[in-house]
Each structure stands twice: as structure tokens, then as C-alpha cells.
């Protein structure tokens, strides 16, 4: 009996923690963030998945979910995109000067059932777990994961029309603006989730370029109860900040928890 | 009565500095490189608060026969992050073609463009060179504006610039 009931903890704890921690840092990593001149100007940016960053020998992040905002907030088409076996690639042209937002936004389910008595596991999107989940499936516990990722390039002078907040899921408010960031100095940004401020998020910051190095190095700060959090970069590189926050606020039908992640590359230029 | 006296007292600061000379000569060094381009280079008076007070010159590639020669600016990072970015290159009495190694002097006086507005103070004449394939350097000189007397003040490069000097006169 008392196995039974110690069992049955088990499988209510395990049903809440969510499927997988992402094993991988995925990321974006853009040619150029700062750039001067008007005539076909263009950067390329890398989208991948890897354990060191930035390095692409792991696998590549589809792309069917890129959405490109322009300084005037409208749509830029990617050009040249191509995935292959361990990166994709795009080119994003910047015809008008300004602040160039690249995300690639990700909307998935995970699940967990059981079926003939064995434990199953299913990720994808929500339009197919009705016809990929047998229907003689028991324990089915659905998970929303919503992820975003970013990178900001600017041509000319940064302005802030394409920073504003989208309102749903992780996201970064930029206080110091995203491509005027240098080493020794603080910038400031605000977490939000759903648009609203997300206080107590811990921050994962870690400086590309971990291949030569041998110690990660990387910081962890945490939101105040603004949602706001500070960091004085040590030094110049391309850095990448990772936040994820679970709740209940799942917006998928059938899904009770959700884990919403943001991760952000940004380049840190010398004083 | 006292807010007429501070006021009067801060149009008294902001008095632009007319009657005053100052002459930077700025040294491009010969160096030898397997890969070697002529910097560029950008000269400007900051103001304590980090802000560009004045901006003085800028040699880049011009007459880039691609029109690339703006792509580059960017890497006078300091100048851009303060002042490149908002501005429209060429830019008339401003710009102007990268040069060879040697002394190379420009000249300013207080009516000129760069300087009738600039407010009496404390600044630093920055010096800020970026080579192609090459590297970056950043020089400053302390000066006070309009000076009071003849001074001549000066800063040495270690890579991408030699000396710097700057001659202020009332």
C-alpha cells in the first residue's frame, strides 16, 4: 500500500515539472548589429541550436516562425534563407535606416500519456496532437511552450518603433536601447510577460566564444519587482540572455501548464 | 531678483566664443603591414557630459568609387555611437578624403561653423583613427574653450596614430 501511494506522488510530481529542460541554447546570431551607410545594406544571421555558443554543430532552428519588424513596425521578407545541417541562414536587407526587430517566435505542445502501459512522450504544434496522441491514450498531461528569440540590428541611428512590446508570452523591454551597448557600462531592461512586468526571473547571460575558453563565465541576475533587471557587461562580445518562466496561463485548449522562455543575442561593442 | 541674476549668469556661460584659434595637427604614421589602408579618422570636442559639443573633421574613403565608403564608418565606434550615426555624410566643411601617412593640420576659428556656437568651458579635443584590416586608437586632450592664453597641448599614439597636438590661442 504504501508503495502504491508513494508511487502515485511520483507520477502527480512528475506530471507538473515539464517535459524536458532545453538541453540546447538556441540562438540567433546576426553578421552585423551596428551598421553605417545606406547603399544595400543587408546583414546575415545564423539560427541554430548548440551546447556552446555561438558555435553551429548541433542543429539548425527552422524557420517558419521568423518574423522580421522594420523601423516603421511593418514586415521585412527574409531572403536567402536556407537550412541545412547544422544552421540555418537568412539575410534581412535594410532598406530604410533604424531598428531592425529578427525573431523567430516558437508555439509548441508537449505531452506526456500513457498507452498500452507505457510512458509516451509528443512534442509538436496544437494542430496535431489530436491526429499524433492515440485516442486510446490515458494520463495525457499537455504542456503550451511558447519561446522567443531575438536579435536587434541597427542601420544608422537606433530608434525604438520596432522594440515595442508584442504583450504575449516572454519578452524584453529594452530601457537602454539594444544596439548601444557597450563594455563597462549598465544597461537596463525590463522582463515581461503577457506585458506585464515579470519580477523574480532569474537571467542566464553568457558571453559568446565559450569554444576558447575554459570556464563558462556566465552571470545570473533576477528581475526586481519592476520586472527590471541591470547588468554592466564585462567586456565587449556577442552575448546571449536566456529567461523561462511556468505558470498556468497556458492559451492551448487541453493545456494546463505553460512555459514561456525568451533568449536574446546582443553585441557589446569596446568603449 | 535672484533668479534674474542666475539667469543672467547662464547667458553669460552659454556666450559663444568668437574671437579664438585652434590648430590640430594630427600625425598618420607610416606602418608596416602586409595589408595597409589609410584610416580613418574623426576629430571632435566633447563636452564633460560625454556629448559631442563640436564636430570637427572627418577623413573616410569619399570618393569610394562603389560608394562603400560610408559602410566603414562604424568602426570610429566612439564617434559613431556620439555623433556618426545622426549625421548625413558628406557633410560640407566636415568630411573629407582619408590621408597618407605624414602631419596633416586643420585649422578652426571661433567664427568658423564647427566652433561660433561652442559654449565657454572644459572639453576634451578626441582624436578617433580606424584602419581597415587594421586597428583602432582613441587619443583625448583635456582644453579649455575659448583659452585665456597661447597653449599647446599634445597626445602621443601607440598604433594607429602618432602625435596629436593641438594649438589654442585667444
Do not use: C
Not at chain 1, 516562425?65 to 531572403?79: H, I, N, Q
Not at chain 1, 563597462?184 to 522582463?191: M, T
Not at chain 1, 520586472?227 to 498556468?248: H, N, R
Not at chain 2, 586608437?137 to 597641448?153: D, H, N, S, Y
Amino acid at each position: 500500500m504504501k508503495s502504491i501511494i508513494r508511487t502515485a506522488v511520483v507520477l502527480a510530481l512528475s506530471a507538473v515539472v515539464p517535459v524536458a529542460a532545453h538541453a540546447h541554447k538556441a540562438w540567433l546570431l546576426p553578421s552585423s548589429t551596428v551598421l553605417s551607410g545606406t547603399d544595400d545594406l543587408a546583414v546575415t544571421i545564423d539560427a541554430a541550436a548548440s551546447n556552446d555558443l555561438f558555435y553551429f554543430d548541433h542543429r539548425p532552428l527552422q524557420l517558419d516562425s521568423l518574423v522580421v519588424t522594420a523601423p516603421d513596425g511593418s514586415k521585412v521578407a527574409a531572403e536567402n534563407a536556407s537550412t541545412g545541417k547544422y544552421r540555418s541562414t537568412f539575410d534581412v536587407p535594410l532598406k530604410a535606416p533604424g531598428t531592425y526587430r529578427v525573431a523567430l517566435v516558437m508555439d509548441n505542445l508537449f505531452a506526456t500519456y500513457k498507452d498500452g502501459g507505457k510512458e509516451k512522450r509528443w512534442r509538436g504544434k496544437k494542430e496535431n496532437i489530436a491526429k499524433e496522441i492515440p485516442a486510446s491514450a490515458t494520463d495525457l498531461v499537455v504542456t503550451q511552450s511558447t519561446r522567443r528569440l531575438e536579435t536587434f540590428v541597427t542601420a544608422g541611428a537606433p530608434d525604438e518603433a520596432a522594440l515595442k512590446p508584442i504583450g504575449a508570452g516572454l519578452e524584453l523591454e529594452p530601457v537602454t536601447h539594444p544596439n548601444d551597448l557597450v563594455e563597462k557600462s549598465e544597461a537596463e531592461f525590463k522582463l515581461l510577460l503577457d506585458g506585464k512586468p515579470a519580477p523574480g526571473v532569474k537571467i542566464e547571460i553568457v558571453r559568446g566564444g565559450i569554444r576558447y575558453r575554459n570556464q563558462l563565465g556566465d552571470a545570473t541576475v533576477t528581475t526586481d519587482a519592476n520586472g527590471v533587471f541591470k547588468y554592466t557587461w564585462p567586456e565587449p562580445g556577442m552575448y546571449w540572455l536566456e529567461a523561462s518562466v511556468e505558470d498556468d496561463k497556458a492559451t492551448v485548449e487541453g493545456a494546463k501548464q505553460r512555459r514561456a522562455g525568451y533568449a536574446v543575442t546582443l553585441e557589446v561593442l569596446p568603449e | 531678483m535672484r533668479i534674474l541674476f542666475s539667469f543672467g549668469l547662464t547667458g553669460l556661460m552659454a556666450a559663444p566664443a568668437l574671437a579664438a584659434d585652434m590648430e590640430i595637427s594630427i600625425e598618420v604614421p607610416k606602418l608596416d603591414v602586409a595589408e595597409y589602408h589609410k584610416p580613418y579618422v574623426a576629430v571632435w570636442l566633447e563636452g564633460p557630459d560625454k556629448k559631442v559639443a563640436a564636430n570637427l573633421a572627418v577623413w573616410y574613403d569619399i570618393a569610394n568609387p562603389k560608394k562603400e565608403g560610408d559602410k566603414w564608418l562604424k568602426d570610429l565606434r566612439q564617434w559613431w555611437r556620439r555623433a556618426g550615426r545622426e549625421l548625413k555624410v558628406p557633410a560640407d566643411g566636415l568630411t573629407s578624403a582619408t590621408r597618407a601617412p605624414g602631419g596633416h593640420t586643420v585649422k578652426f576659428d571661433g567664427t568658423s561653423a564647427a566652433l561660433k556656437d561652442l559654449s565657454a568651458g572644459q572639453y576634451e579635443l578626441v582624436v578617433e583613427a580606424a584602419r581597415e584590416v587594421g586597428g583602432r586608437e582613441v587619443l583625448r586632450i583635456p582644453l579649455q574653450w575659448p583659452p585665456k592664453e597661447g597653449t599647446a597641448l599634445s597626445a602621443k599614439g601607440e598604433h594607429e596614430l602618432g602625435s596629436v597636438a593641438v594649438n589654442v590661442k585667444p
